[in-house]
């Protein structure tokens, strides 16, 4: 490190004796100003893009689902806080049509003490607020992808306490299974908080994943459909019977059952569960089916969760 950091006063020594003081202060001022206005700049576009997106869903509800927050559209907001206007060759393009809206009359609000304002005499910085779009287009989707079931965690632990107040922590871990899940694993008193609130916090995708059998389960969608596989087994009421009947221990019964079930190499130690077993791979297949399993981090990576990010 301290070679490296030598380096860089080495060269920065070699550059401002290889310029003259007139030129070096001008050039100076000029990276100081790009620095500036590229700070201003990316601030008032999150700004803008926060700012639109709340209005829009408040004044519209769940009217537009067509927030594609690329690359090209934060250009495009770049382009509207430098210039004051906006490039829409494709006039159907109600997404556009709506920012360029909302820009002109939160600026023209007299009540809104913060306004958008571009830098004096700005220079050529295309190339900059190019890569600083990037930036921004993968802060989005990265917050998004990877925070999505942390924040549907906040939601659903908030609001929960919010209408039961007492519920425990086991309860709303069983809840956040079942939304996620898309099960009923939880008490009946909680089934009709689930429907509701999963509309609210999930999209209507239609990908649903369907399996031929256990092989085809457990290779193509190993994580999602063994988790199904675990839920089921722990919460089987017939199972859990025939373990009390067969004296045995609930936690040790289970997870032999369930390392049986996802890995074709392991034996069964006990025969006594082998009928129920056998008689529960169909019944785990068709209702695995039936539940409409969405694989939600694919899911994340190609669709705008947008509108249940503003509600969560």
Same mark, same amino acid.
């Given at each position: ?94 997404? *556009? =049509? ?5 820009? &002109? /009359? $939160?600026? !023209?609000?007299? %009540?809104?003490?913060? +306004?958008? #304002?571009? @830098? ?59 939304? *996620? =899940? ?5 008490? &009946? /008193? $909680?089934? !009709?908080?689930? %429907?509701?609130?999963? +509309?609210? #916090?999930? @999209? ?60 074709? =190499? ?18 785990? #297949? ?27």
């Amino acid at each position: 490190m301290a070679f490296d950091v030598d380096n860089i006063i080495t060269i920065k020594q070699l550059l401002n004796n290889s310029i003259s003081n007139i030129n070096f202060d001008y050039i100076k001022q000029v990276i100081i100003k790009n620095v500036n206005d590229c700070n201003l700049l990316y601030t008032q576009v999150c700004y803008l893009i926060k700012l639109f997106l709340l209005n829009d869903y408040e004044k519209n509800g769940n009217k537009y689902n067509d927030y594609m927050f690329d690359e090209l559209f934060i250009r495009k907001c770049f382009k509207l806080i430098k210039t004051g206007e906006i490039n829409n060759n494709d006039n159907e393009n109600l997404l *556009i =049509n709506r920012l360029f809206k909302f820009y &002109n /009359e $939160y600026n !023209s609000n007299q %009540n809104n003490q913060f +306004k958008f #304002i571009k @830098p004096d005499n700005i220079n050529s910085i295309t190339h900059i607020t190019d890569a600083l779009s990037r930036d921004i287009q993968t802060n989005i989707t990265n917050n998004i992808i990877l925070n999505y079931h942390k924040y549907i965690r906040e939601y659903i632990n908030i609001n929960l306490k919010l209408e039961f107040n007492k519920i425990d922590n086991n309860h709303i871990i069983k809840i956040y299974n079942d939304i *996620i =899940n898309n099960t009923l694993y939880s008490d &009946n /008193e $909680y089934h !009709s908080w689930i %429907n509701k609130h999963k +509309k609210l #916090i999930i @999209p209507i995708l239609e990908n649903n994943i369907s399996i031929k059998n256990f092989q085809d389960g457990i290779d193509n969608h190993n994580s999602i459909f063994v988790k199904f596989i675990k839920n089921y087994v722990k919460e089987n009421q017939n199972l859990l019977n025939l373990i009390h009947i067969n004296n045995d221990d609930k936690k040790k019964t289970t997870e032999m059952i369930i390392n049986y079930l996802i890995d074709k =190499n392991n034996e069964i130690i006990d025969n006594k569960y082998n009928e129920w077993i056998n008689e529960s791979k169909n019944f785990i #297949i068709n209702d695995f089916n039936l539940s409409k399993k969405i694989d939600l981090d694919k899911e994340l990576e190609i669709n705008s969760f947008l509108i249940c990010f503003i509600l969560i």
